[in-house]
């Protein structure tokens, strides 16, 4: 079993930013692909970034990539994901997730049926 807690979020102004971390309980950690979701109101959830147990690799989506970086401490047990560059489109619950194993060698690791333990979500808010 993995808890996750999500913190970090806040509101800001465009072209501002963010850090969220992901902190998760468990002995296990450094085993599991973590990553981050989004879910805006009236819009299904929404894969944001991931990185790999096995050799952290990051794996981004287009919206994300250039201005978002997932990165990990397994000494610490967390996922971080610094946010730059904020747009107001961006507004969304930001969930973070775990895999046991999780691969990534297809697009399986960008749905959100393939992570087993979510987080309750942090909100972030980017206003004009």
């Known amino acids: 079993q993995v808890q996750l807690v999500e913190s970090g979020g806040g509101s800001v102004q465009a072209g501002g930013s963010l850090r969220l971390s992901c902190a998760a309980s468990?002995?296990?950690?450094?085993?599991?692909?973590m990553a981050w979701f989004r879910q805006a109101p009236g819009k299904d959830r929404e894969f944001v970034a991931a990185?790999?147990?096995?050799?952290?690799?990051?794996y981004y989506a287009d919206s994300a990539k250039g201005r978002f970086t997932i990165s990990r401490d397994n000494a610490k047990n967390t996922v971080y994901l610094q946010m730059n560059s904020l747009k107001p489109e961006d507004t969304a619950v930001y969930l973070c997730?775990?895999?046991?194993?999780?691969?990534?060698?297809?697009?399986?690791?960008?749905?959100?049926?393939?992570?087993?333990?979510w987080g309750q979500g942090t909100q972030v808010t980017v206003s004009s």
């Open positions: 997730a775990a895999g046991l194993y999780l691969e990534y060698g297809g697009r399986s690791g960008r749905r959100s049926s393939a992570y087993q333990y």
């Open positions: 468990g002995r296990t950690f450094s085993v599991y692909s």
């Open positions: 990185i790999s147990w096995r050799d952290d690799n990051t």
